[in-house]
């Protein structure tokens, strides 16, 4: 079965890319989407979502990157985006980090996390202001936040 698990995870983060740039359509409610989704898409989005949990803790922030993009593309959660914000940020990919994070705003508005996002986003907004900005950026990443985490009703 784990074997099973991983190859399907490998085969959505591989594919990922794609279907993050192809996806134009507006996704439907959060209801349902959790409603739509087969008991098996919602182990792999869990899966792929743990797994980048952990890359993230252990400083492998490409990797965890990756594999949110590939838990959000099987399960789009607004929170999802704040994680996928937070790699971006520690990746020095500041003008994909602030997008991503106002993205989440716009999804979640009411979201008890605004003021600390609408935060990075000022201190992202500064950075890019200022000479060779996307170089200083990587020298000296922002503090490590912790992923959101997953809770399945």
Known sequence: MRVLIAGLLLGAVITV???????TEKK??????AEAMSPEDKARAKEAF???RTAFKEKHYQEALDGFQAAHAMDPRPEMLYNIGLCQHRLGKLTAA???????????????????????IAEIDAVLKKPNAEQEAEEKPPPLAPPVVYKRT
């Open 17 to 23: 890319p794609t279907w993050v740039g192809a996806q």
């Open 50 to 52: 743990l797994r980048a």
């Open 28 to 33: 439907p409610p959060q209801g349902e989407v």
């Open 98 to 120: 602030r997008d991503t994070y106002r993205r989440f705003l716009e999804e979640k508005p009411d979201s008890k996390a605004r003021p600390k996002v609408e935060q990075k």
